[in-house]
Nanobody, 125 residues
């Protein structure tokens, strides 16, 4: 059984930092791309991923809104993917979901098969 579990959310003031973690089990981690997606309060999940990383070739892709502030990384030995979020803004508030897909990197949620339950990030001004 595939399991995707996020952790690390919380409440911070604007300009603060958080690190989200995602542990994935039940699949061959090195064959998968892992992505972070978010859903703002009262809105649908964003159509573009926040950040994604391929464990196949190490490629990453991030939304323009987070470039220079968020960094995604993967620890294959621990089967973990991290999202370091710096200089957080109120518009970053939402539920952050980790998801996994087999093979090449894509940055839209429809391509991902396995999803976690999400972790809440709240940024106050």
């Amino acid at each position: 059984e595939v399991q995707v579990v996020e952790s690390g959310g919380g409440s911070v003031q604007a300009g603060g930092s958080l690190r989200l973690s995602c542990v994935v089990s039940g699949l061959i981690f090195n064959d998968y791309t892992i992505g972070w997606f978010r859903q703002a309060p009262g809105k649908e999940r964003e159509r573009e991923g926040v950040s994604c990383i391929s464990n196949v070739d190490g490629r990453t892709v991030s939304a323009d809104s987070v470039k220079g502030r968020f960094t995604i990384s993967s620890d294959n030995a621990k089967r973990m993917v991290y999202l370091q979020m710096n200089n957080l803004k109120p518009e970053d508030t939402g539920i952050y979901y980790c998801a996994a897909k087999l093979g090449a990197i894509v940055n839209w949620p429809e391509g991902y098969n396995y999803w976690g339950q999400g972790t809440q990030v709240t940024v106050s001004s």
